[in-house]
């Protein structure tokens, strides 16, 4: 089984209805992240948590919101779902071990606005 | 804010040419990471620097974090069909294992 989980994979859905996008993982990693990309853009980090009580904000969180309910679960929320918000999205793991901490990915959902 | 560039933006080359993505920023890094996405997958940690000068290998691909620390690259020689992909450098830009920050990739295909 897979590390880390997403769900849904594809989501299609409209302007301005709310969406959940949720994310599992099975390391036992305290630090989850959100990251989006669109074509030509890389990776932009939505929001970072390292532990449940812990969340940031990363470069681009207007419009977004999440929940840890869970270690092992982090939760992506769009309120009001617009068109741009169409792109890839990533759920991340790390464990930071004092001097590195590589990032584990999950599969990503793919949500199109329309 | 502080970011990294990365270029070029798109390399094909024919099959056991080699190829050379460049990671560059204006500021000094802490450490540097890579990463690989193969077409419709995900990103897959590949190494991290950190030290100045700092040159690492794994089997065809080298990776060298720059005397300044504030550039990077990474080297494929010989470069094969499972190549392909897309190349991320990322820094932790607050250090401490924070968060990562992203270069925009280097897109490599390769024809047989």
């Known amino acids: 089984d897979a590390d880390v989980t997403q769900t849904p994979r594809n989501r299609i859905t409209k302007t301005g209805k709310r969406i959940m996008l949720e994310c599992s993982q099975t390391k036992g990693h305290d630090r989850m992240y959100w990251y989006r990309q669109d074509p030509g853009l890389g990776l932009r980090l939505i929001y970072y948590s390292f532990d449940v009580k812990d969340i940031n904000k990363g470069e681009i969180s207007d419009g977004y919101s999440v929940s840890r309910q869970a270690q092992a679960k982090f939760s992506l929320s769009l309120e009001s779902a617009i068109p741009n918000q169409t792109a890839l999205y990533f759920c991340a793991t790390s464990d930071w071990t004092g001097t590195k901490y590589e990032q584990y990915f999950g599969p990503g959902t793919r949500l199109t606005v329309t | 804010g502080q970011q990294v560039m990365q270029i070029p933006q798109y390399q094909h080359v024919q099959e056991g040419e080699d190829f050379t993505t460049y990671c560059n920023s204006s500021?000094?890094?802490?450490?540097i990471q890579w990463y690989k996405q193969r077409p419709g997958g995900h990103p897959v940690f590949l190494i991290q620097l950190v030290k100045s000068g700092e040159v690492k290998k794994q089997k065809r691909l080298t990776f060298q974090f720059g005397e300044a620390k504030k550039n990077s690259s990474l080297h494929i020689t010989a470069t094969q069909t499972t190549d392909v992909g897309t190349y991320f450098c990322a820094f932790d830009r607050y250090q401490a294992g924070t968060a990562l920050i992203f270069g925009k990739g280097t897109t490599l295909s390769v024809s047989s």
């Open positions: 500021t000094t890094l802490s450490n």
